[in-house]
């Protein structure tokens, strides 16, 4: 009988039920978003930094997991480790900022092809000249780039795209690293270091040995420092999701109390009726609960599958800026949220409603 009553009264207003129903998806979409976003463009980063095919990397001091303070490095280092036992070969990288999110590379390409295995060419290949530029599958789906284009807009200089490479290696953008260099100021300078040992089970030596040359420096074997690109270790960011998290129960919880509350002015006399023939105060309390519930399980399943929408949709507008990844194990935790927030939301209603005198509720026009 509960179910039947619940069941109409969502059919009795149906507009109003699936307006309810959305708003609560809302901040389940938001929270999922948020958390696909975060995580995606971290596994990003991590992909493309064991595309490499370092054993160690070697990072100024004073660096984070995610960021290089300029290019501080002298370039000389690199031979100098290159010369260290069991170190099979060493290479040098610049970095430097594009956009917020995206980053361009300077490297030697044939040393670096000797450390990675090169890139996969999709269009082209390597770099002709001081001027090309290499650019990935996801930069060249979103700038409409090909093989042979001419680009201007990357550090206000003009590019020939000599190659459109597969994803997964180093960086969106790859440029000679002299040209880089001294187009920024940074000649015989790099941001990093990638050392690959002659033996995996030298790796340990080679670090030590690193270390004790470098006290400075942060070094990390490549798994590990791979292993730090999470939304954990990044600073700000899991405080950031908790306050996104804390607005989606404000939203739920508000959207709920509004929707229940007008859904009880509606049914005064209904709620009389059912007081009359003898439904007791948890009877009512636990039909408006119930409602909430079914809203909030109706939401959190369409606050899912407006995520995958938004992964969709934004990797068709912005594959190389934004990585949205799906996120199964935060499901039951949005769902969780949802149906706080909107069990919260109809408390207060269902105890008005539970508590109507049923005489004025009959009377009620």
Known sequence: MTAKLVLENLKHKPMRSLLSVFLIAVPVTLILCLVGLSQGMLADSARRARGIGADIVVRPPGTSVLTLSGSPIPEKLVELIQQKPHVALAIGMISFPVTSVTFVSGIDLPRFNQMSGGFHYLEGGPFRGPDDIIVDEYYAQQHKLHAGDRVTDILNHPWRVSGVAEGGKLARLVLPMRTLQDLTGNTNKISQIFVKADRPANVPAVLAELKTLLPDYNIYP??????????????????????????????????????????????????????????????????????????????????????????????????????????????PIAGGISLAGVLLGALYPGLSAAAQDPIEALAYE
């Open 222 to 331: 490549m798994e590990a420092f791979t292993s730090l690109l999470t939304v954990e270790n990044v600073g700000g960011l899991n405080t950031f999701i908790h306050v996104m998290v804390a607005i989606g129960v404000v939203i739920g919880f508000a959207v709920v109390l509004l929707s229940m509350y007008m859904a009880v002015l509606q049914r005064t006399r209904e709620i009389g009726i059912l007081k009359a023939l003898g439904a007791s105060r948890w009877f009512i309390l636990k039909i408006i609960l119930a409602e909430a519930v079914v809203m909030g399980i109706a939401g959190t399943i369409l606050g899912i599958g407006l995520s995958f929408a938004a992964r969709a949709l934004i990797l068709a507008l912005y594959p190389a800026s934004l990585t949205q990844a799906i996120t199964p194990e935060w499901w």
